[in-house]
């Protein structure tokens, strides 16, 4: 049994997030575009079709849900939004004292992954670098090395990026290859680790971070 669209709202969009938001529209229309694929390639023997609700109802609802959620993402205005992210930046920047260790991945299927582990002491920072070989940038090494930065100034520079206003998830589903990265940053007080990653779509600052990371790649 299908949910109505005025049900939908009020337990899947109401007072929700702009990200919570933006991540029911990706689901939706993925939903679609397998239910459109289903019905034009529709198999008499498909048992799918043969339940309650059929695919073309489920695709007609799943429609009419993403309208609503549309006009509930149309109507988060932009002071709302920038509340929203100045919100997530002051939780982050309260909770940076707090970071154990930071792990980013980056790369691709012609680039190879660099990947980081930064852990921090407490009174340093100790990186570790897992650099995969390709035949373009020739890495084959691992190696363990002190942070360039003291504790101080890595954690003063990481708060100047802002990185709470990172969304969880930037992807380009028109590109295959590219570049795919993600970033995961733990706490030791309880809270849930900050997760952010994507495929070939990046945040604004994503460079700064990349420089933060020491991430040089003529070495």
Same mark, same amino acid.
């Given at each position: 049994?299908?949910?109505?669209?005025?049900?939908?709202?009020? $337990?899947? %969009?109401? $007072?929700?997030?702009?990200?919570?938001?933006?991540?029911?529209?990706?689901? %939706?229309?993925?939903?679609?575009?397998?239910?459109?694929?289903?019905?034009?390639?529709?198999?008499?023997?498909?048992?799918?079709?043969?339940?309650?609700?059929?695919?073309?109802?489920?695709?007609?609802?799943?429609?009419?849900?993403?309208?609503?959620?549309?006009?509930?993402?149309?109507?988060?205005?932009?002071?709302?939004?920038?509340?929203?992210?100045?919100?997530?930046?002051?939780?982050?920047?309260?909770?940076?004292?707090?970071?154990?260790?930071?792990?980013?991945?980056?790369?691709?299927?012609?680039?190879?992954?660099?990947?980081?582990?930064?852990?921090?002491? /407490?009174?340093?920072?100790?990186?570790?670098?897992?650099?995969?070989?390709?035949?373009?940038?020739?890495?084959?090494?691992?190696?363990?090395?002190?942070?360039?930065?003291?504790?101080?100034?890595? %954690?003063?520079?990481?708060?100047?990026?802002?990185?709470?206003?990172?969304?969880?998830?930037?992807?380009?589903?028109?590109?295959?290859?590219?570049?795919?990265?993600?970033?995961?940053?733990?706490?030791?007080?309880?809270?849930?680790?900050?997760?952010?990653?994507?495929?070939?779509?990046? /945040?604004?600052?994503?460079?700064?971070?990349?420089?933060?990371?020491?991430?040089?790649?003529?070495?």
């Amino acid at each position: 049994m299908m949910i109505s669209p005025e049900i939908y709202y009020e $337990n899947n %969009l109401k $007072n929700k997030s702009y990200d919570h938001i933006e991540k029911e529209i990706k689901a %939706l229309n993925e939903n679609i575009e397998a239910l459109e694929n289903k019905i034009k390639n529709h198999n008499n023997n498909d048992i799918d079709f043969q339940i309650d609700p059929s695919p073309e109802t489920r695709l007609s609802m799943y429609k009419k849900y993403l309208e609503e959620a549309i006009k509930a993402l149309e109507n988060y205005n932009e002071d709302e939004y920038e509340k929203y992210k100045s919100s997530k930046i002051t939780n982050f920047n309260e909770n940076i004292a707090y970071i154990e260790k930071i792990e980013f991945i980056e790369g691709g299927y012609l680039t190879g992954n660099d990947i980081r582990l930064v852990e921090i002491m /407490p009174d340093h920072i100790v990186m570790h670098i897992d650099r995969s070989y390709n035949e373009f940038r020739g890495w084959d090494k691992i190696t363990k090395k002190d942070f360039p930065y003291n504790k101080e100034v890595f %954690l003063e520079k990481l708060s100047s990026l802002n990185l709470g206003a990172w969304e969880n998830d930037y992807t380009n589903d028109d590109i295959v290859d590219g570049t795919q990265w993600d970033l995961k940053i733990s706490y030791n007080n309880g809270i849930k680790p900050f997760l952010s990653g994507g495929s070939n779509v990046f /945040p604004d600052n994503y460079e700064e971070f990349i420089d933060l990371m020491a991430m040089d790649y003529s070495k």
